[in-house]
């Protein structure tokens, strides 16, 4: 961007000049890191800071994972995985800024830590809306919102449309491949089961089709990127607090640990022992 750009949008009176700072809202951006502790606390700062720039990026992933969606409807093979070897960026990025986060000792946090009171990371509601895009859905997660939570609304909606992994099977079905009907037509609002008859059609492309393969197997990427960003989470909040409650009511490490492991899509880690 040039350091001054004619406005033609509202910013600033007529003829006025759109600049770096007005077009990013940086005063605004800036004006958000609040600590609550008296001082306040040096590390408070960077605890704000990291989580915001998370949510800025669960906010970007959510973007591009709809317009994944939407370009597998529209049958476009190739922006569909430069899309997601965009997403597998971000997601690196993601894990790589728990080493920030772990710079900070558990003496440190604590000495802002009863601030946050019943806050926590347990009620992002965009990582939430993340899962329930790539289908790891919960009725008993949206319960965890209160009626007059405006993120509820936008929680009860992914929950209730089709996933990622069902625009790939569509978009399979429409290349000829022989996706069993029942999942076609499958309640989206439970969970992706393995499920043979359709591992037997992925291992048909795996062997048939290099372009539609290296589709499934940035999924799993991103299955196993996800994975990953969930293991490095739980050994940084272990390490922070170890085995202590979380804040907001969560059992902290330990519910952390159950959902490690729980792949996103089943059925293509469940080809590799059949290939």
């Known amino acids: 961007m040039t350091e001054k750009e004619r406005t033609t949008?509202?910013?600033?009176?007529?003829?006025?000049?759109l600049t770096y700072a007005g077009y990013l809202k940086l005063e605004d951006l800036l004006s958000l890191q609040?600590?609550?502790?008296?001082?306040?606390?040096?590390d408070e700062m960077l605890f704000i800071i990291i989580h915001q720039v998370y949510e800025l990026w669960?906010?970007?992933?959510?973007?591009?994972?709809?317009?994944?969606?939407?370009?597998?409807?529209a049958n476009d093979l190739a922006r569909a995985q430069h899309t997601m070897k965009r997403i597998l960026t971000i997601l690196k990025v993601l894990v790589a800024q728990l080493d920030i986060l772990e710079t900070?000792?558990?003496?440190?946090?604590?000495?802002?830590?009863?601030?946050?009171?019943?806050?926590?990371?347990?009620?992002?509601?965009?990582?939430?809306?993340?899962?329930?895009?790539?289908?790891?859905?919960s009725r008993w997660a949206i319960s965890r919102y209160p009626q007059h939570e405006p993120a509820?609304?936008?929680?009860q909606q992914r929950y209730?449309?089709?996933?990622?992994?069902?625009?790939?099977?569509?978009?399979?079905?429409?290349?000829?491949?022989?996706?069993?009907?029942?999942?076609?037509?499958?309640?989206?609002?439970?969970?992706?089961?393995?499920?043979?008859?359709?591992?037997?059609v992925v291992?048909?492309?795996y062997r048939s089709n290099p372009a539609i393969s290296e589709l499934c197997?940035?999924?799993?990427?991103l299955d196993e990127g996800l994975q990953e960003w969930r293991y490095r989470h739980v050994k940084m909040v272990e390490r922070t607090i170890g085995a202590k409650p979380g804040t907001g009511g969560s059992a902290g490490v330990e519910y952390l640990r159950r959902t490690l492991f729980k792949p996103a899509f089943p059925d293509l880690w469940g080809i590799r022992t059949r290939l």
Do not use: N
Request: hydrophobic fraction near 35%; proline fraction near 8%.
């Open 152 to 155: 509820l609304e936008r929680l």
């Open 34 to 42: 609040q600590p609550l502790s008296e001082g306040p606390e040096h």
């Open 58 to 73: 669960f906010k970007e992933v959510l973007h591009e994972v709809d317009y994944v969606v939407r370009l597998l409807r």
């Open 203 to 205: 291992i048909e492309v």
């Open 104 to 137: 900070m000792t558990p003496v440190e946090f604590l000495t802002f830590r009863e601030r946050l009171e019943a806050a926590s990371g347990f009620q992002s509601h965009q990582f939430r809306e993340l899962e329930f895009a790539l289908g790891l859905k």
């Open 217 to 221: 197997e940035r999924f799993v990427d």
């Open 160 to 200: 209730e449309e089709p996933t990622l992994w069902d625009a790939l099977l569509a978009f399979l079905s429409r290349e000829g491949y022989g996706v069993p009907a029942h999942l076609l037509e499958r309640d989206v609002t439970g969970p992706i089961e393995p499920d043979p008859e359709l591992q037997e």
């Open 9 to 17: 949008d509202g910013e600033g009176p007529p003829g006025s000049y």
